[in-house]
């Protein structure tokens, strides 16, 4: 995950994280159960404006349309149900105009990705969002 940020900004790719990410980014940093995660949480929070990456505030405006897409994910199988900050972190950048969603959290890759294009089809946001792990997104930046 380190590597990734240097070589987006040298690629000049704005960098930015969700509402939702940032506050799951906080907690992992104070969670002591999970030192590794802690580390790597804390880590990220400290270096993030050194690696030009800008948090997006709460926009209250976008609450429901995250909550519902958040929702409609995990019922129709996607996510587990207790996952729902996933789909949040999916429909604010949506809602935002990310098209991709950098992450090594495994439950964005466990499913079709064709299930997760019908999903965002059939959903009130304005785009749909491509998650990738940061190892492919640098194999593909660096071609």
């Keep these: 995950m380190v590597r ?3 070589v987006a900004v040298a690629r000049k790719f704005s960098l930015v994280v969700t509402f939702t990410a ?5 907690a992992a940093s104070l969670d002591d159960k999970a030192p590794a995660r802690k580390a790597l949480a804390h880590l990220a929070l ?3 404006h050194s690696w030009q990456i800008t948090p ?6 976008f609450v429901d349309y995250a909550e519902d897409f ?3 994910v995990r019922n129709i199988g996607l996510f ?3 996952e729902r900050n996933d789909g949040l972190i ?9 098209s991709i969603l950098i992450s090594s959290d495994n439950h964005f ?7 997760l294009a019908l999903a965002f089809a059939s959903s009130q946001l304005p785009r749909a969002v491509i998650p990738l792990r940061p190892s492919i997104a640098i194999n593909r930046l660096i071609r």
């Design 80 to 82: 587990p149900p207790s």
């Design 56 to 61: 997006i505030p709460k926009n209250g405006l």
């Design 90 to 98: 999916l429909a604010e950048a949506s809602l935002h105009g990310i």
């Design 22 to 26: 940032l506050r799951e980014l906080g």
């Design 46 to 48: 400290v270096k993030m």
């Design 4 to 6: 990734f940020p240097r």
């Design 70 to 72: 958040s929702r409609m």
């Design 109 to 115: 890759f466990k499913f079709d990705p064709n299930d």
